[in-house]
């Protein structure tokens, strides 16, 4: 069983940056950051390629968060800047055997953690 381990979330203001690290347990996948606010569906945030110079992101975040890997750590991050409100959500790490924004192709997932932006 892969099992990915989410930290870095907190309780931050409006502007603030956060950085979330994901550690899989394993092999080298492809990367993704999921987030679901209370009464909405999960949504897809960012993604990053086993090589990570392939990334991409959701139009919301685009400019405001980067999602990178340190190969050697096997280990992903999303770094966000310029939080706002609407940022506020249960974040997942997920890993999925290819380069995909779509949550059903994801094979693990995290247990989330939560970032909550107050304005």
């Known amino acids: 069983q892969v099992q990915l381990v989410e930290s870095g979330g907190g309780l931050v203001q409006a502007g603030g940056s956060l950085t979330l690290s994901c550690a899989p347990s394993g092999r080298t996948f492809t990367m993704g950051w999921f987030r679901q606010a209370p009464g909405k569906e999960r949504e897809f945030v960012a993604v990053?390629?086993?090589?990570?110079?392939?990334?991409d992101y959701t139009d919301p975040v685009k400019g405001r968060f980067t999602i990178s890997r340190d190969r050697g750590k096997n280990t992903v991050y999303l770094q966000m800047n310029s939080l706002k409100p609407e940022d506020t959500a249960v974040y997942y790490c997920a890993a999925a055997l290819y380069f995909t924004r779509q949550a059903a192709q994801y094979r693990y997932w995290g247990q989330g953690t939560q970032v909550t932006v107050s304005s």
């Open positions: 990053i390629g086993v090589s990570g110079t392939t990334t």
